[in-house]
Each structure stands twice: as C-alpha cells, then as structure tokens.
C-alpha cells in the first residue's frame, strides 16, 4: 500500500507513527510558517481551496504571506476528512472539539495533539485491521486515556475522534472505490 500521512501528500514513515506533525513542524520552525505554495504541495490542495476555507472562517486567517502550525493543523484535518463528509459538517465537528478558530481558550485540546492522536489511531487500524466500529472505539478510548491530562473534555472528544477516524476510513475506501471503477471502465 501506497501509505500517506493523513492530509498531507508525504509518504508514510515509522516517525509519523507517534508524532505525524514533527515531520512537518522543522520546516515551520525554520521558515516561520510556509507560503500558500508550499501548503499547496503539502496537502494537494489548490491554493484558492485553502483560500476559500479561510473566507468561510474554517480556518483563522494568516497574518502576512506565511501560514502557521495552528493554520497548517487545521487544513491537514479538514483535508484528511473532506473526500466522505461535507465541508460544513467538517467545520462543525471542528467546533464540537475547539470551538471558535480564533479562540483557543475553549480548545478540549491543541490540535497538534489532536492530529497526531488522530494518525495514530489510523495507523493502528490499518496495522490491525481494525475497522469495525467496536474495534475503533476501543483505539480511540485507549488513546484518548493516554492523553486525558492534555484534554479538557474526555466524553466530547472521544465521540468527535470516532467521527473522524470514521470519515477518514470512508473516504479513504471511496478513493479505492473510484480507482477500481476506473480500472472497469477503462476496459469496457
């Protein structure tokens, strides 16, 4: 399996098992953030997608030409689950867990920490073939009880993180879904 990092464009290594984000965190430490370029290469998304997000407030808005780690984690969650859920529903479920994008005093928890716990449940379904909704219900229960000193709200985000794990899986079978149909339609 051709496995990325989720949201992103960045092949898969055993560092991104525990700590996705410190792949990427290196690059903004030295650069001050990246350019809407560079964020495009990252996410494989288009730079006035990125830019819509930001006009619907999905995302905070930058300040100068460089987007910051609280910007980047934001568009790598919204763009892990957009192939399944719809954008709006996307946007609620991330106002569920941290509320105001702006405001990070009713944040259950950083969103460094929510993305990393996020690709290490993904990485262990997939190591597992845990994919049933028990089995990712248990994966999130365990990684939601190795953090809860860094979580506001345990309940909350356990529900949320289900729901993301969830989304991510669909539309990653979707993916498979339209390459297979290709693959039939190319022969007929």
Same mark, same amino acid.
């Given at each position: 399996?051709?496995?990325?990092?989720?949201?992103?464009?960045?092949?898969?290594?055993?560092?991104?098992?525990?700590?996705?984000?410190?792949?990427?965190?290196?690059?903004?430490?030295?650069?001050?953030?990246?350019?809407?370029?560079?964020?495009?290469?990252?996410?494989?998304? $288009?730079?006035?997608?990125?830019?819509?997000?930001?006009?619907?407030?999905?995302?905070?808005?930058?300040?100068?030409?460089?987007?910051?780690?609280?910007?980047?984690?934001?568009?790598?969650?919204?763009? #892990?689950?957009?192939?399944?859920?719809?954008?709006?529903?996307?946007?609620?479920?991330?106002?569920?867990?941290?509320?105001?994008? $702006?405001?990070?005093?009713?944040?259950?928890?950083?969103?460094?920490?929510? =993305?990393?716990?996020?690709?290490?449940?993904?990485?262990?379904?997939?190591?597992?073939?845990?994919?049933?909704?028990?089995?990712?219900?248990?994966?999130?229960?365990? $990684?939601?009880?190795?953090?809860?000193?860094?979580?506001?709200?345990?309940?909350?985000?356990?529900?949320?993180?289900?729901? #993301?794990?969830?989304? =991510?899986?669909?539309?990653?079978?979707?993916?498979?879904?339209?390459?297979?149909?290709?693959?039939?339609?190319? $022969?007929?």
């Amino acid at each position: 399996m051709n496995r990325l990092i989720p949201g992103t464009t960045m092949k898969f290594s055993e560092q991104a098992r525990e700590s996705a984000f410190s792949l990427i965190s290196p690059v903004l430490e030295a650069t001050g953030g990246l350019t809407l370029s560079q964020l495009s290469k990252l996410t494989g998304l $288009e730079g006035t997608t990125i830019q819509n997000w930001i006009k619907r407030g999905w995302v905070s808005a930058t300040k100068g030409k460089k987007y910051s780690e609280k910007q980047i984690l934001r568009i790598l969650l919204i763009n #892990m689950l957009r192939k399944a859920m719809k954008l709006e529903d996307i946007a609620n479920l991330m106002r569920y867990i941290n509320g105001d994008v $702006e405001d990070t005093s009713d944040d259950i928890i950083e969103e460094v920490l929510l =993305y990393d716990i996020l690709c290490r449940i993904i990485f262990t379904a997939e190591d597992e073939g845990a994919f049933d909704s028990d089995q990712i219900r248990t994966l999130v229960a365990r $990684e939601v009880a190795e953090n809860t000193r860094e979580i506001a709200d345990d309940d909350k985000l356990r529900k949320a993180m289900f729901v #993301m794990v969830m989304g =991510y899986r669909s539309g990653f079978l979707r993916t498979e879904m339209e390459k297979g149909l290709e693959i039939v339609l190319d $022969e007929m």
